[in-house]
């Protein structure tokens, strides 16, 4: 099974809404998909309709006994289950502090057999949950408005991550991008000067995206044609080739 | 995982249970088709997953109730046909070369019925299934599924009870597995093993006949499949029940009537060198990115044009090999031994010992293949020319598979014991004779070019040449120990285990 982690320390730069559009191209593409929310905003839970509750919030899922099955939900979205969010996941710093900053790699484990791709939603920061996503993943999947602060951030994160006995690899992409605007054009150009691994595809910002709240599923879903779909089925296309 | 049940309808028709699946969405009902596929020996099945290709998807399904779905227009005929990613990796695992071949048709009308929640979400389906028909004959009855979705218990539970109120027989599964199950379709492919059960103490001579008689099975299992060229495995799985027929027949000469032996020794000695040519040519195919693995990327392209030579002559060396098959005197070779194989043996009739009791035979067989390979391995020194080692690894050989084919004989466990040790020196073998036959190989191919060549491919030939001759001396050179090993009080303490256990 391969843990992929949509990251930013930002937010806003569309880590839910490429987190359940790749968990889709995912699928399409073959993968058995596990989509973990790990943000108490639960937007990711909300765009596959499933009730944002963990029985036993939080506490339970990461305690010494806790199990991922018992909480999954399949979607509506062929090849993809979900591991809802719940709001007590504010509070999942302290469990994991508590428990072990390997728990999440190890609850991953057990269901390592059952999945192709996990893809964990993540929330904004550098917390400890952040750290043990780290520790979790193989590749972080950082979306990247293209704006001037941009590259600071992904600098921040690259050497955070130097830090680290085995950091994930890390795949920046492009996102939310208006190819209408110079300085989206040039500060795009500069992140692919600077980051070879930036992925080639950009997601653009299109009004498609909205409608993700009103529909409740992902792109392909509703709008297979579109401008968003079309990217993020390339994006997936470009990330399977670094992992497989 | 989500888990579904399938059961059959005891009513004259599902429209009771229509109309009580209330605050359901009924979809109309379409025609769907699944074409069932696995390889000859049933790969897929035996690994607990069902591939099928429907709705212009392939469709993955695992014991555990995973599912997996990929679109693709035509079904592949290997895993390697498939885009890379999870699926092709999961597929390749399981079937290795093998190709993908249809096992059964299943066509259904089915109407998906769905139950949703206030947010939407899809709690529960049931599908009922009318006009089944498993390849165009029609299977009595309809049928409805339950998928009861991960997470959503109670839902399923609800929609399983409605069903049941209409419905008998629930079984796991889909309606496809249903189906197949219900018209009898046969799952596991054909495998033959070589060991069957052997009657110890009976005569000799119905042991080796039975033993020949499952070879035999082999061999014609995989004919047709060798013809058509469907999958490598087919030649090799008849080459090695070749092989093995004809060591059987060389530890049976004293059991064996003579007259039987005098015609189809030198008969399978043919259909061996026949299949040669084409087996070696499809081992340096498959074999042949691990191979330019160690040039760069300029070498490994200038080999390109002996790539696609070595894939022209293996197509022309199947097509002769087909020929051959097909031919008269193949085809009555193999007709006569079926026939003769196939029928009882009098001992009477065969050779001095075909009445002794067949442990007593294959034992003596086993301690004297035992001396040889040890008599021949002793002599080997590091002068000692190529094919004296070649011997050493005919004989081992000889031994495996006179303990693959009587393996009835001996006692499990101790016989895993005594041949993991014989493993370990035969690999060491076969790794400075696939070397050699390798190297000759690359330059009876580079031979073959055309004189337009670019010198760069000659160049990375040399290479490869160069990297297998120090592979085939890397062997060599470990002989000495690796003999030793085998040579030894464990491996004579793991023989007397198997021996003193046979017939038990």
């Known amino acids: 099974m391969k843990v992929l982690a949509t990251y930013s320390i930002k937010g ?7 987190a359940v559009n790749l968990a889709g191209e995912a699928a399409r593409t073959g993968a058995r998909v596990l989509l973990w929310d790990l943000d108490p905003q639960g937007a990711a839970t909300f765009f596959v309709r499933v009730k944002p509750r963990l029985r036993g919030g939080a506490s339970r899922l990461v305690s010494k006994h806790g199990e991922l099955a018992e909480h999954v939900r399949a979607t509506d979205v062929p090849g993809v289950d979900v591991l ?10 302290i469990h994991l502090d508590a428990t072990s900053p390997t728990r999440l790699a190890d609850l991953l484990d057990d269901v390592a057999g059952v999945y192709d791709v996990a893809m964990l939603d993540c ?7 952040s750290e043990a996503v780290f520790d979790a993943a193989d590749a972080l999947l950082v979306p990247t408005i293209p704006a001037t602060l941009s590259a600071r951030t992904l600098e ?6 130097a830090t680290l006995d085995d950091p994930p690899l890390v795949l920046p992409f492009v996102s939310m991008i208006d190819r209408r605007r110079t300085v989206h054009r040039h500060v795009a150009a500069d992140l692919a000067a600077g980051w070879p691994h930036l992925l080639a595809t950009q997601v653009p910002n299109v009004a498609t995206v909205e409608r993700m709240g009103v529909e409740r599923a992902p792109l392909a879903a509703f709008a297979p044609s579109a401008r968003g779909t079309i990217a993020f089925r390339d994006l997936w296309a470009e990330i399977a080739d670094h992992l497989w | 995982m989500s888990s579904v049940v399938t059961s059959r309808g005891v009513d004259a028709t599902p429209d009771a249970l229509l109309r009580d699946l209330q605050g359901y969405t009924i979809a109309p009902p379409r025609r769907v088709t699944s074409v069932v596929l696995d390889t000859f020996d049933g790969r897929l099945h035996r690994a607990g997953l069902r591939l099928d290709h429907v709705d212009g998807s392939l469709v993955l399904r695992d014991a555990e109730g995973g599912v997996a779905r990929l679109a693709a227009a035509v079904a592949p005929r290997f895993a390697t046909d498939l885009p890379r990613g999870p699926f092709r990796s999961r597929l390749a695992g399981v079937l290795d070369v ?12 089915s109407r998906r019925v769905e139950r949703r929640n206030a947010d939407g979400k899809v709690t529960s389906v049931v599908t009922i299934h009318d006009d089944v028909c498993v390849g165009g004959s029609p299977i009595a009855g309809w049928y409805a599924t339950v998928e009861e979705l991960t997470g959503y218990v109670k839902p399923g539970d609800r929609a399983r009870d409605v069903v049941a109120r209409h419905t008998t027989d629930e079984a796991p599964g889909d309606v496809v597995e249903v189906a197949l199950a219900a018209a009898g379709v046969e799952r596991g492919g054909q495998h033959i093993e070589p060991g069957i059960p052997l009657d110890a103490r009976g005569p000799a001579i119905e042991g080796f006949r039975l033993v020949l008689a499952n070879l035999d099975d082999a061999i014609e299992v995989n004919r047709e499949g060798t013809i058509e060229n469907i999958d490598s495995e087919f030649l090799h799985d008849l080459r090695v029940a070749v092989r093995r027929s004809r060591s059987t027949l060389r530890h049976g000469r004293a059991v064996l009537p003579a007259d039987v032996l005098a015609w189809i020794e030198p008969g399978l000695k043919r259909v061996g060198a026949v299949t040669s040519p084409p087996r070696d040519l499809d081992v340096q195919l498959l074999e042949w990115d691990a191979s330019v693995a160690i040039l760069d990327d300029a070498s490994r392209r200038a080999l390109e044009p002996l790539h696609q030579q070595l894939s022209r002559d293996r197509d022309a060396a199947y097509a002769e090999l087909a020929a051959h098959l097909r031919a008269g005197d193949v085809t009555n070779l193999l007709r006569r031994w079926h026939d003769t194989i196939h029928a009882p043996m009098d001992p009477a009739a065969g050779g001095r010992r075909a009445g002794d009791p067949l442990v007593d035979v294959v034992v003596k067989r086993v301690r004297k293949a035992q001396r040889r390979l040890l008599d021949h391995g002793r002599a080997i020194t590091p002068e000692t020319p190529a094919e004296l080692v070649h011997d050493v690894r005919k004989d081992a050989k000889q031994l495996r598979y006179l303990l693959e084919c009587f393996a009835d004989l001996f006692p499990g466990a101790a016989r895993k014991a005594f041949v993991k040790r014989l493993k370990r020196l035969q690999d060491l073998l076969g790794a400075h004779q696939d070397a050699e036959v390798h190297a000759a190989e690359l330059r009876h191919a580079a031979e073959e070019l055309p004189p337009t060549t670019e010198p760069a491919t000659y160049l990375a030939v040399g290479q490869l040449v160069e990297h297998l001759e120090r592979v085939r001396q890397d062997a060599r050179d470990g ?3 690796r003999f030793a090993e085998y040579d ?17």
């Not at chain 1, 809802?84 to 710093?93: C, G, N, Q, T, V």
């Not at chain 1, 929330?123 to 949950?129: K, R």
């Open chain 2, 488 to 504: 030894s009080a464990a491996t004579r303490q793991a023989l007397r285990d198997m021996l003193d256990g046979a017939g038990t």
């Open chain 1, 156 to 161: 921040q994160l690259d050497r955070f991550l």
């Open chain 2, 98 to 109: 093998r190709a993908l071949l249809p096992l059964a048709t299943v066509a259904t009308t």
């Open chain 2, 479 to 481: 002989f000495a120990e």
């Open chain 1, 12 to 18: 806003g730069v569309g880590k839910t809404t490429a």
């Open chain 1, 84 to 93: 809802p969010a719940d709001f007590s996941l504010r509070h999942l710093d």
């Open chain 1, 123 to 129: 929330a904004p920061g550098i917390t400890v949950t």
